[in-house]
């Protein structure tokens, strides 16, 4: 079996940075937990786990005697609110990415400029996003469009992890239907790449395997993507998930595979599933 790795893959920027941050308080000793999962990946928030790092669903339940860390997606801003105004101690991982699209936010806030989100509503990303505008809407599909009241002019944004392709399809909707639009092409350099990456490697393999959370946004994003190239795409989570017998079966009629994994995908899934695909090689007897 043949094994190509997309040129981009696995860990981006934000989710490294988030977790040495919590690496670093573990070192000290701090007491932590997290409000939300900090990443999509359930080995991560495992690993956490068993280092007695939890999260938290809702403020509710916060522990006064830990730190609290605040998850690569962002907090909206009344949560942020809540937490100084009850002097909770805390740090925020959120990536700076998603950060700069709230400022942005902010400062469209002030002007004539109606906004539009584009991404996932139910999101924690967009919910923090939405929660700095007074004004914004979010959309996801063209049909959303097509319900949009008549505007003069507006700005938009986008979920970090969006698909390119789509960003620009609904782009062309938006300016069909109002004539003045700003558009801040806020889908990060890390989805970016990962998505071109897949795009490259889709088309000369057999099939393509994509590792990553079955609620990561952005490993959906890249299945989908190699989906539409290869509809040879399987999306897994980990690489004992390669022991169905019904996939095994599969993979036996194929001479190459394209792997890829998103940005909260830690590297050593991606090296579990490489060395699966290079003992499958070795026994064609499965
Ligand atoms: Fe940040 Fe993009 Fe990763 S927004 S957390 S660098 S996927």
Redesign the pocket.
């Known amino acids: 079996m043949k094994i190509y790795t997309a040129e981009e893959a696995g860990f ?4 490294k940075r988030a977790l040495s941050l919590i690496e670093q308080l573990y070192e000290k000793e701090e007491n932590i937990e997290v409000y939300g999962q900090l990443i999509h990946n359930n080995t991560v928030l495992k690993n956490l786990e068993k280092k007695g790092i939890n999260y938290i669903e809702s403020l509710a339940n916060l522990d006064k005697n830990k730190k609290l860390i605040i998850r ?1 997606h962002g907090i909206t801003l009344e949560e942020e609110r809540y937490l100084k105004q009850n002097n909770v101690l805390y740090e925020d991982a959120t ?1 700076p ?2 950060k700069k699209i709230h400022t942005i936010i902010e400062k469209i806030d002030q002007s004539e400029h109606k906004i539009i989100i584009i991404g996932d509503k139910n999101h924690p990303e967009i919910k923090a996003i939405k929660s700095y505008s007074k004004n914004g809407i979010v959309i996801n599909s063209i049909e959303d469009i097509k319900k949009i009241e008549k505007m003069k002019s507006v700005a938009i944004v986008a979920q ?2 969006l698909d390119t392709d789509f960003f620009k399809k609904m782009i062309a909707a938006i300016l069909d239907k109002i004539e003045r639009v700003e558009i801040f092409n806020t889908i ?1 350099d ?2 970016k790449v990962r998505q071109e990456a897949v795009k490259k490697i889709a088309p000369k393999v057999d099939f393509v395997i994509v590792i990553g959370g079955k609620n990561s946004s ?1 490993t959906k994003k890249l299945f989908h993507i190699s989906k539409k190239i290869n509809p040879n795409t399987f999306h897994i989570e980990k690489s004992s998930e390669l022991e169905n017998f019904e996939l095994l079966n599969r993979f036996k009629l194929f001479n190459s595979v394209g792997i890829t994994a998103g ?1 909260s995908t830690p590297p050593e899934e991606l090296e579990n599933v490489k060395i699966f695909f290079k003992n499958l090689k070795l026994d064609k007897e499965i």
């Open positions: 981006c920027f934000g989710v690569t990536c990415l998603v970090t992890t990060c890390a989805t952005n940005a």
